[in-house]
């Protein structure tokens, strides 16, 4: 449905600018700025008020200037968000097509195009050409706050939103927006885990742990995590973990053989990144196993022997991000699991935008698994 640009509601009732945490510079401070919001709401699109952010490893990376953009700064991190609508354009609906209304509580993450190649013809919209994030979105530019470390966001027409249930809770919804997404669709990647088969997950950060969980609630009958540091380890026998391999405590190969008598695991899954992910992977894997990589971002990592995929007959598989419908499929999962484990566990008490440089640092140096922040605060 088009409408005429004279038609549009402007939002003279509302909020003209908003406080932001501001990313100018990689490894700098975030400043607190004031950006302006759109004066008119288009069709389809939101503007919410955010209740709660959670801080993604890609924040992080971003923020230490390890994954750039080149001329997007300056910009507003977060992209694991939840929030209130406060006005929207004509014909606002969510993904599902419900009709979305102010006071409607809603979380969104990437936006997708719906023309291009990979939406059209490989329906795949973690192809989309033109995949946007609010950490895409310069701050500078129209419609300037559409991420997370702001007290509002615009979401744009083509953003996939969601209804949330009043089950979920906020932080759980906002690391449904990219952390568990991501994790969901990597299980779906790698096929059937047949009930009572091991399971290793490389690393031990808010993907690793949540992974490890859902394997667990897969039916794995031995679900072994490797990482450091040893709190994180620790976290992860909570999560379900029956074994935990720490990487300091010698080759972590020789570690999960003999926790797997020497058989390896049947399923790997790569939530770390490091370089030795590739070979360690390949190097554990059972006979006939399945390896899914998930949090090799790099440009490189070590090397590996082809000769053992094919000697173990391995299955290898990328997955990448997630889209609405692993979106959706993780607030199903919060609200159908909810008791299972303690999910609280894995979010840092909520501080304000203010500290939110403070929360990067402490993500930065491995000290929290999930900040939270309230721009409310
Ligand atoms: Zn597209
Ligand atoms: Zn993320």
Not at 109 to 137: D, I, K, M, N
Request: net charge negative; hydrophobic share 45%.
């Amino acid at each position: 449905m088009s409408v005429p640009t004279t038609e549009l509601p402007t939002i003279a009732d509302l909020p003209r600018t908003t406080r932001a945490a501001v990313l100018t510079a990689h490894g700098e401070p975030l400043t607190l700025q004031d950006l302006p919001l759109p004066s008119e709401i288009e069709p389809g699109a939101a503007l919410v008020r955010i209740a709660c952010t959670t801080l993604c490893g890609t924040d992080i990376e971003i923020w230490e200037g390890r994954m750039t953009f080149p001329g997007m700064l300056p910009m507003v991190l977060g992209h694991e968000m939840v929030g209130e609508i406060v006005a929207t354009g004509p014909d606002a609906r969510d993904a599902l097509g419900r009709p979305l209304a102010p006071g409607d509580r809603i979380g969104w993450s990437e936006s997708t195009c719906g023309e291009c190649h990979g939406c059209v013809v490989l329906r795949e919209p973690v192809a989309c050409a033109h995949r946007g994030y609010g950490f895409l979105q310069r701050a500078d530019v129209p419609p300037f706050a559409t991420a997370g470390l702001s007290e509002y966001a615009y979401v744009t027409p083509g953003a996939a939103k969601l209804l949330l249930p009043a089950s979920v809770k906020d932080t759980w919804a906002s690391m449904a927006g990219c952390a568990a997404k991501t994790v969901l669709r990597a299980f779906e990647r790698a096929g059937r885990l047949r009930p009572g088969s091991s399971v290793v997950v490389q690393g031990a950060g808010a993907l690793g742990i949540f992974a490890t969980a859902v394997a667990k609630i897969s039916g794995a009958g031995q679900v072994i995590t490797v990482g450091a540091p040893a709190s994180r380890l620790a976290l992860a026998g909570r999560f379900g973990a029956d074994a935990v391999v720490d990487f300091r405590d010698g080759p972590v190969v020789d570690q999960v053989m003999a926790l797997t008598g020497g058989r390896g695991a049947d399923h790997v899954f790569d939530f770390a990144g490091a370089p030795s992910v590739g070979p360690d992977a390949i190097g554990m894997a059972a006979q006939r196993g399945t390896i899914a990589i998930v949090g090799s971002t790099g440009p490189a990592g070590d090397g590996f022997p082809l000769s053992t995929i094919m000697g173990k007959e391995l299955t290898v598989v990328g997955s990448l991000n997630g889209d609405i419908s692993d979106y959706s499929r993780a607030i199903d999962f919060f609200t159908a699991f909810a008791d299972r484990f303690p999910w609280d566990d894995l979010f840092s008490t909520p501080v304000g935008l203010a500290d939110a440089s403070t929360k990067i640092a402490d993500m930065h140096h491995l000290d929290e698994v999930k900040a939270v922040i309230d721009p409310r605060l």
